[in-house]
């Protein structure tokens, strides 16, 4: 055990939890959904979840504490978010594959280190720095700089989501938007480095070109951190499993795990 965890263990939180398995057990790993800063369970429900239980694999989202129906958690912070990944995996029925989207694919990065999962996804993946940073502030710099000063992150309809979504479903969406703990909101301005992951899981990266909040260059260089290129969906906005095009990602995460002997 890490000496700062026991010595300030993170505080307990309840966590939302929400799934949907298969009708027939098959004998494949659990998924669990780890949504990015402001989204919370709801954002996999929508999709993803059914499609994955449709096809095989007990399919498992969470939201972080401060998001969706979890506790608030006003000064949560990303070792907190990373307690929380680990806590839920360590739960479910067998060693789980992590997913995680935006910034939850760098709590996803940070969990790998915690929690022996048996293979990782991370869907376009906000890993911080100063150019991600950089890239949001020009096209979003009324929505992106109060975080800077502690105040909230508001993601435009634009960064978010494709011109094929319509109008409705993209403002029901941008409504159910929470926010971050300011603390893990800072944490992504210095992209802490993430330990090495326990067991060297598979690891898949995707997004894509046109994603207006992660730059195509930062989705090469998550991936080459995995040794891997990332797998690209052109025209897809960052939240790639609320856009009209959901059902092409999910698939090919699904048919990836279906070839990795790791998840056989």
Request: hydrophobic share 45%; proline share 10%.
């Amino acid at each position: 055990m890490r000496g700062r965890e026991w010595s300030r263990p993170v505080r307990p939180a309840r966590r939302e939890v929400v799934s949907a398995v298969p009708e027939l057990e098959q004998g494949r790993p659990p998924l669990l959904f780890v949504p990015g800063f402001g989204h919370g369970a709801w954002a996999f429900a929508e999709h993803w979840l059914g499609h994955a239980a449709s096809r095989g694999f007990p399919a498992y989202a969470m939201s972080l504490r401060g998001h969706g129906g979890s506790e608030p958690a006003p000064e949560a912070t990303l070792r907190a978010y990373t307690h929380d990944v680990a806590q839920v995996a360590a739960g479910l029925p067998r060693q789980a594959v992590l997913v995680g989207h935006g910034a939850g694919a760098l709590v996803v990065a940070h969990a790998l280190a915690r929690y022996p999962a048996r293979g990782a996804v991370l869907v376009a993946p906000v890993f911080g720095g100063w150019k991600v940073f950089g890239a949001a502030l020009r096209r979003n710099p009324a929505g992106t700089l109060p975080a800077v000063f502690g105040g909230p992150l508001r993601l435009s309809r634009g960064q978010l989501f494709s011109r094929e979504l319509p109008d409705e479903e993209a403002r029901r969406y941008v409504g159910r938007l929470g926010r971050a703990g300011r603390r893990a909101q800072w944490s992504l301005l210095g992209e802490p480095a993430a330990e090495p992951s326990v067991g060297s899981p598979p690891v898949l990266v995707l997004g894509s070109p046109d994603d207006r909040v992660v730059p195509a260059s930062t989705l090469t260089r998550v991936a080459r951190r995995y040794g891997s290129a990332p797998l690209l969906f052109p025209g897809m906005g960052h939240d790639m499993m609320l856009d009209v095009r959901w059902a092409e990602p999910i698939d090919a995460i699904l048919d990836w795990l279906e070839k990795e002997p790791v998840a056989r």
